[in-house]
């Protein structure tokens, strides 16, 4: 079963799919399907990593935002 996505990305390299077959084969893959197939996997992974990092920083901010600074209340 092939990823639509991949396939079309494929179709539309035109004048660049010589330098990305050259870059594939370089990198160790088997076909562009799987040098694509990876490169898309490596750019959500980032995605999902930095939305983690992002939901990290604001629950450790809010405990902060909730203290006073002074100790009458």
């Known amino acids: 079963m092939q990823n639509q996505e991949i396939v079309k990305i494929i179709d539309n390299l035109k004048g660049r799919r010589g330098y990305e077959e050259k870059r594939a084969s370089k990198l160790g893959f ?5 040098y ?28 902060k935002a909730n203290k006073k600074s002074c100790g009458c209340c």
Not at 30 to 34: D, E
């Open 30 to 34: 088997s076909s562009l399907y799987a």
């Open 36 to 63: 694509f197939e990876d490169k898309i996997s490596k750019k959500q992974k980032a995605i999902e990593d930095e939305q983690k990092e992002l939901e990290a920083a604001k629950i450790e901010d809010q405990p």
